[in-house]
T-cell receptor
Framework: SQKIEQNSEALNIQEGKTATLTCNYT??????LQWYRQDPGRGPVFLLL?????KEKRKERLKVTFDTTLKQSLFHITASQPADSATYLC????????????FGAGTRLAVHP | DAGVTQSPTHLIKTRGQQVTLRCSPK?????VSWYQQALGQGPQFIFQ???????QRGNFPDRFSGHQFPNYSSELNVNALLLGDSALYLC????????????FGNGTRLTVT
């Protein structure tokens, strides 16, 4: 069955450093992958989408890579700030899948001043 | 422009009861998906509605049912509640396009005692 794995342990980093979160998937061939941010008690908020023919996507301090050979996506936050502390979810998707997204369990990021 | 709104925000029910959760999608969106999120887990896909029909369904029993109205709003019904149904129920709306990002509401926190 399809499986999505994200770092189960919380990621603690110092303010100003780069945070790198990993999303691995198996038994799945997604055409694109979306990343979301979720704060406690709130719904997820869409951040970035990367398609299978794109190696890298950037938006301000965010960067996402997508390696279909390794079946992996990396999510980077550069110059991290305490306000970046949240849980980050990855969600691969398929063309023709009617946007039915399957989410990973998420990685909790804590940025310390 | 209102985003996705869900009601109620919190709900406490007794095992065996029935519950109805409501969702109004973001303006312009025609597709509504429902997710269940247990504590510390990622959202799990329940089902998706488009043009008032259930288009896709996740691995949830028939106790979970839904409806979409002509104005695109939606309801999620759960019958014969179990303790294990306690979770955050998220509604997400989107356009009917394969990779359209999901816009989530802040969810309904259901507690079954």
């Amino acid at each position: 069955s399809q499986k999505i794995e994200q770092n189960s342990e919380a990621l603690n980093i110092q303010e100003g450093k780069t945070a790198t979160l990993t999303c691995n998937y198996t038994n799945y061939s997604p055409a694109y992958l979306q990343w979301y941010r979720q704060d406690p008690g709130r719904g997820p908020v869409f951040l970035l989408l990367i398609r299978e023919n794109e190696k890298e996507k950037r938006k301000e301090r965010l960067k996402v890579t997508f390696d279909t050979t390794l079946k992996q996506s990396l999510f980077h936050i550069t110059a991290s700030q305490p306000a970046d502390s949240a849980t980050y979810l990855c969600a691969p998707g398929r063309v023709g899948g009617y946007n039915k997204l399957i989410f990973g369990a998420g990685t909790r990021l804590a940025v310390h001043p | 422009d209102a985003g996705v709104t869900q009601s109620p925000t919190h709900l406490i029910k007794t095992r065996g009861q029935q519950v109805t959760l409501r969702c109004s999608p973001k303006s312009g969106h025609d597709t509504v998906s429902w997710y269940q999120q247990a504590l510390g887990q990622g959202p799990q896909f329940i089902f998706q509605y488009y043009e008032e029909e259930e288009r896709q369904r996740g691995n949830f029993p028939d106790r979970f049912s839904g409806h979409q109205f002509p104005n695109y709003s939606s309801e999620l019904n759960v019958n014969a509640l179990l303790l294990g149904d306690s979770a955050l129920y998220l509604c997400a709306s989107s356009w009917d396009r394969g990779d359209s990002p999901l816009h989530f509401g802040n969810g309904t926190r259901l507690t079954v005692t």
